[in-house]
């Protein structure tokens, strides 16, 4: 369990450290209560960003 712990963390933190790398227009930032809260109108952002109906 402690390697998928670590895993997670080690993407998790390089997300967060290289997020800038990717333009504002191509990333969807998907904070876990809005996905909760809508998880259909999330999904349809995150697809409309992508490009795909």
Same mark, same amino acid.
């Given at each position: 369990?402690?390697?998928w712990?670590?895993?997670?963390?080690?993407?998790?933190?390089? /997300?967060?450290?290289?997020?800038?790398?990717?333009?504002?227009?191509?990333?969807?930032?998907?904070?876990? *209560?809005?996905?909760?809260?809508?998880?259909l109108?999330?999904?349809?952002?995150?697809?409309?960003? *992508? /490009?795909?109906?």
């Amino acid at each position: 369990a402690a390697y998928w712990v670590d895993r997670i963390e080690s993407l998790l933190r390089a /997300g967060v450290r290289d997020a800038h790398l990717i333009p504002d227009d191509q990333r969807v930032d998907v904070e876990f *209560a809005a996905f909760l809260a809508d998880d259909l109108a999330m999904a349809e952002r995150i697809l409309a960003t *992508a /490009g795909l109906p």
